[in-house]
């Protein structure tokens, strides 16, 4: 078994497209993901799973269709599933996901921002 530590910085660096996520690691049965965001992502929901979002870089606005929280450098927000949900962020935001394995990233919706399995970097 090998067992190595994954630099951040590094991994965010091999790549630029906004809204595809990449995979970074397996805890189990999930997926450690980064991606790098930018404007405005679609609504949309997941009907099992719970998602998480930390803000490594730059702040994101989750927006729900009650309410906006925004989520900072060093913060982190916990969509639970069934709740509909868009992501935007202003300018780039630098995001790690943690979330189980096979979840769609716009959930419920296909559209030209779907990505089927992540590519693992």
Known sequence: ????????????????????????????????????????????HHDHEDEMFMVIEGSLTMQFRDKDVVVHAGEFIIVPHGVEHRPVADEECLLMLIEPSGVLNTGNVRDELTVDAPEEI
């Open 1 to 44: 078994m090998v067992v190595d530590k994954v630099n951040l910085a590094e991994k965010f660096a091999l790549f630029n497209e906004h809204w595809t996520p990449k995979l970074v690691g397996k805890i189990n049965d999930f997926e450690v993901k980064i991606v790098k965001v930018h404007g405005e992502f679609v609504w949309h």
